[in-house]
């Protein structure tokens, strides 16, 4: 294999993932093209490079895309009005419109205070923590090393192509998932990939696997991943969603965030309220209609029942309080982008984690030693085996 064909390689497999969702076949046969894909680039040996090659890059990029991931980007006005989606917020607003018609407007003026208030607590708090993380996103743009048309140059790695080459070493972030051509002691750690702890030996040489395990590919590099040791150098064959870092970041998009069980139990009691608001006012005009009272003043007492037995207040206990557990997780140098995942953490009750590198470091110290004789000593100090 050459160079032109890694290149186009990315363009081919795109055409066909196209023709594949118009047949209906789906992520999966998708998912299936890519893997063959990579199988492939992995068994064949490293291609013969040639540093002068020129790449047609604004084509490659208009076939593409950009190497980076676009989150959704809601308007500031669309997400302010997603506050007003709450079934209680709702009903509020309804008995605020009712207090106006029938003139009660101290109600009316209460209510939609009360609604302001909740609205614009919880929108601040979750516009001022989408900042800081994209603050945190935009500190320190990733940087390529990269071989360009015969010409070695820093780029963001948002601006890779697939058939460039790019040279990785210590401490660096892989940018895109990479053929290896070139490499000296090279330790990626995976962990993120493939979430084993302990770094990758990579090679060069061709690799094939019965099994068909992208994670047991050693000559290729995959996007997001942190070199631990060595350096290497390799061609671009997979950039943005046609990574595989990009497939998980596609699943995990698709994937709708369940409702908290305090967002739960809110619509459960807007709900409530609701049908038992609705069954009151509905006997009380019946009752009043029965004994010949006038059906103005029975629609008017009934609003006001209805009107009174939603708790206006309840919004804003539940909003402030979630906000001030946001503000103490913020002290604590967390970051909370929505305001029910506080009360989530309260909600957990079993914890299922990676015991290597998350609650311990893999570093085994003896603290105790039992002599034949049975005596014990105890053991200070730092170090592990």
């Not at 590919?217 to 595989?244: D, E, H, P, S, W």
């Not at 007492?301 to 402030?320: D, H, K, Q």
């Not at 103490?328 to 982008?337: E, F, H, L, T």
Request: aromatic share 4%; net charge negative.
């Amino acid at each position: 294999e050459d160079v032109k064909e890694i290149k186009e390689n990315g363009k081919v497999e795109k055409k066909k993932k196209k023709k594949k969702k118009r047949n209906g076949e789906g992520e999966e046969g998708e998912a299936m093209a890519v893997r063959e894909q990579y199988l492939g680039l992995a068994a064949a040996p490293a291609p013969e490079f040639d540093l002068e090659a020129e790449l047609d890059v604004e084509e490659l990029r208009q076939e593409h895309g950009w190497n980076e991931f676009e989150e959704d980007s809601t308007n500031i006005i669309c997400q302010l009005l997603g506050s007003f989606k709450d079934p209680l917020i709702l009903m509020l607003l309804a008995s605020a419109a009712i207090s106006v018609a029938t003139k009660q407007y101290d109600d009316a003026i209460s209510i939609f205070v009360a609604v302001v208030i909740v609205t614009l607590v919880g929108f601040i708090q979750e516009y001022r923590s989408e900042k800081s993380l994209d603050a945190l996103n935009n500190l320190v743009p990733p940087i390529a090393h990269c071989l360009r048309n015969g010409v070695t140059q820093d780029i963001l790695a948002r601006e890779l192509v697939p058939g460039d080459i790019v040279e990785i070493g210590l401490g660096d972030r892989v940018p895109a998932d990479i053929r290896i051509l070139q490499c000296t002691g090279l330790e990626i750690d995976e962990s993120s990939f493939t979430g084993e702890t302990v770094p990758r030996s990579k090679q060069c040489q061709p690799v094939s696997t019965n099994k068909g395990e992208l994670n047991e590919l050693t000559n290729i590099a995959f996007m997001g991943t942190l070199v631990c040791n060595g350096r290497g150098k390799g061609i671009v064959i997979g950039t943005g969603y046609n990574t595989q870092f990009g497939e998980i970041f596609a699943l995990m998009e698709s994937e709708e965030a369940p409702k908290t069980p305090l967002q739960r139990n809110m619509d459960k009691l807007g709900k409530h309220l609701s049908i038992i608001s609705f069954i009151i006012i509905g006997i009380i005009v019946l009752v009043g209609f029965c004994m010949g009272q006038p059906i103005q003043d029975l629609l008017t007492i009934g609003v006001s029942l209805a009107v009174a037995a939603i708790p206006e207040g309840l919004p804003i206990v539940v909003t402030v309080t979630l906000a001030l557990g946001v503000i103490r997780m913020s002290r604590k140098q967390a970051i909370v982008r929505k305001l029910p995942s506080v009360e989530t953490l309260g909600c957990v009750t079993v914890l299922c984690v990676d015991k290597t590198g998350t609650l311990t470091k893999n570093e085994m110290t003896v603290s105790e030693v039992t002599s034949a004789s049975g005596v014990t000593y105890k053991v200070t100090g730092t170090g592990y085996f």
